[in-house]
């Protein structure tokens, strides 16, 4: 029987998880649409798309895993379930995370202003260095695929199934848990660099347009300034992924714990969400279509309610003549 807490923090997770789901939803619909009307599908549209569309694969896995370790755990731990569940978060996670990534290389390389070489270079072969990230995402897969297996070996031969608790070393489970992350920390350092970048390229910008500093900042100010909003936001709410994934984590090493776990969650389902809707923020063709959005979404309720009162006023003139 669940606490009231218990029952508080998991319907705050399944509200997380509907917006989470609601807005990358949106985020998908609008680049569909922007592509049927272009016939052409631009590179900025395929990362948010991609990333979209990971978030809300990852939100589903996310809240499926943990409710049915919380309401099913017999059925969690007998068959197949733990493997399907750990394949496909691993596919989901790492391809959400390297979607993010892209998207501040992206703007690193369209909004950064260096005249390094190497830099222009990689400007001039934007296509080329995604690509290159592509790789090592499958890369990445290859490599913790069997650090899954492996883990989920040792406790079925260990405890005989996958139960919530894995007997298992909590320095080596630890150790397991750090490699099966690593092309995940390897894409998280690499946007860390990215948004270094940028708040240099910024720095020096703002350096050489002191001259202009009673004026209007600039349109390449206002880009710098919109993407290190994206960039660092991601970069606080995936550390509080991180922190909710090692929260979870730690349940399996401890004594059975469902209001630690369920805490975990919830925080955990803050970065898939959270991001998504500053994303719509940040983005000026995302934010316009949401606004249209809402205006239509108020006209309809606005109709609604005159179409009501006008039936009710119908209703009581026909009542007042038939008296």
Same mark, same amino acid.
């Given at each position: ?22 807005? &990358? %939803? *949106?985020? =998908? ?8 009307? &272009? ?11 991609? #990333? ?15 409710? +049915? ?6 059925? @969690?731990?007998?068959? &197949?379930?733990?493997? @399907?569940?750990? @394949? ?30 190497? *830099? ?13 990230? $592509? ?18 070996? =040792?406790?079925? $031969?260990?405890?005989?199934?996958? +139960? ?42 703002? /350096? !050489? $347009? ?39 984590? !730690?349940?399996?090493? #401890? ?8 805490? %975990? ?5 803050? @970065? ?23 205006? /239509? *979404? ?8 005159? +179409? ?11 009542? /007042?003549?038939?008296?």
């Amino acid at each position: 029987m669940l606490s009231i807490l218990e029952g508080l923090f998991i319907f705050i997770a399944v509200s997380e998880s509907i917006l989470g789901v609601l807005g &990358n %939803g *949106f985020i =998908e619909l609008v680049n569909c649409i922007d592509c049927v009307k &272009n016939k052409k599908f631009s590179m900025i549209g395929f990362i948010l798309t991609g #990333l979209a569309t990971s978030r809300i694969c990852l939100i589903l896995i996310i809240i499926t895993d943990g409710l +049915t370790k919380i309401f099913f755990p017999d059925m @969690y731990s007998s068959g &197949n379930l733990i493997d @399907y569940i750990s @394949y496909l978060w691993v596919i989901f996670n790492q391809s959400s995370i390297w979607f993010a990534t892209s998207l501040s290389v992206f703007y690193f390389l369209k909004i950064a202003n260096f005249s390094h070489h190497i *830099f222009l270079w990689l400007k001039g072969r934007i296509n080329k260095v995604l690509h290159l990230l $592509m790789g090592s995402l499958f890369i990445s897969w290859l490599f913790t695929f069997p650090q899954i297996v492996e883990i989920i070996n =040792e406790s079925r $031969m260990k405890s005989g199934n996958a +139960t919530w608790n894995l007997h298992m070393q909590r320095s080596k489970f630890f150790t397991k848990q750090i490699l099966l992350n690593l092309g995940v920390i390897l894409l998280f350092t690499l946007c860390l660099i990215t948004c270094f970048l940028l708040i240099i390229s910024l720095w020096r910008h703002n /350096r !050489s $347009m002191q001259l202009n500093v009673t004026g209007p900042r600039d349109p390449s100010t206002e880009a710098h300034v919109k993407a290190m909003k994206v960039l660092i936001s991601f970069i606080i709410l995936f550390i509080l992924y991180f922190i909710g994934i090692a929260i979870e984590i !730690s349940c399996f090493t #401890l004594p059975e714990n469902k209001l630690l776990f369920i805490s %975990g969650m919830v925080t955990t389902a803050i @970065y898939p969400w959270g991001h998504s809707f500053i994303l719509i923020l940040g983005n000026s063709k995302l934010k316009q279509a949401s606004l249209r959005a809402l205006q /239509r *979404f108020k006209c309809c309720e606005v109709g609604r309610l005159l +179409t009501a009162a006008q039936t009710r006023v119908g209703r009581n003139g026909c009542s /007042r003549r038939i008296i």
